[in-house]
């Protein structure tokens, strides 16, 4: 009985989010349709044959979140105040976590209003930029990407990692902040 529930919940919810001409949803990719939160003017979109079980958020109007072909997430977060890239044959493990924005400014003077009954949120004072992720590359579970970060193709980041500048590409990087352990050998990118 509660998988039929679960199943007739998730119909609602894409239905619901399929009917807005910003959402593209490939018709072999499968997506958790109850854990996307859209704002009007936001953009989403997951390309053939991937996978997303985690949250998709976008934060305020106009927020895009592309994720590209044969590209499994795992139950993570994933939350755009402007623009999250992800590209084909990624992997994102369980528990990360991706932003593109600092959620609340640093100065209490502009935080305040981020509290209590507020209608909409100011992000003014929101550092905000923009983050992808290349093709090919396996972030690990419980890592951390965050704003303005771009991980190149194949590059690797290792579980409980907190990135924080460019990764480049085939690279290994782990820690908090993360840091460059090893390139990927050519035989075996």
């Given at each position: ?55 998709l958020v976008a934060e ?130």
């Amino acid at each position: 009985m509660r998988k039929l529930i679960l199943r007739i919940l998730q119909y609602w919810a894409q239905k619901k989010l399929l009917r807005h001409p910003e959402i593209k949803i490939h018709s072999t990719a499968k997506v958790n349709f109850r854990a996307v939160r859209y704002r009007a003017g936001s953009r989403f979109e997951v390309g053939d044959g991937s996978i997303v079980e985690g949250s998709l958020v976008a934060e305020r109007a106009g927020a895009s979140i592309v994720i590209g072909r044969n590209t499994s997430i795992g139950n993570s977060l994933i939350a755009s105040a402007t623009q999250i890239e992800i590209g084909d044959d990624v992997f994102i493990s369980w528990g990360c976590t991706i932003f593109d924005h600092d959620s609340h400014a640093l100065g209490w003077k502009h935080r305040q209003q981020d509290i209590g009954g507020h209608d909409e949120k100011d992000w003014t004072h929101v550092a905000i930029e923009p983050v992808q992720i290349g093709n090919k590359s396996w972030i690990g579970i419980n890592a951390i990407i965050l704003k303005g970060v771009q991980v190149g193709e194949g590059a690797v980041v290792a579980a409980g990692s907190v990135v924080t500048k460019r990764v480049p590409p085939w690279t290994i990087v782990a820690g908090n902040p993360a840091k460059a352990i090893r390139e990927i050998p050519l035989e075996e990118r």
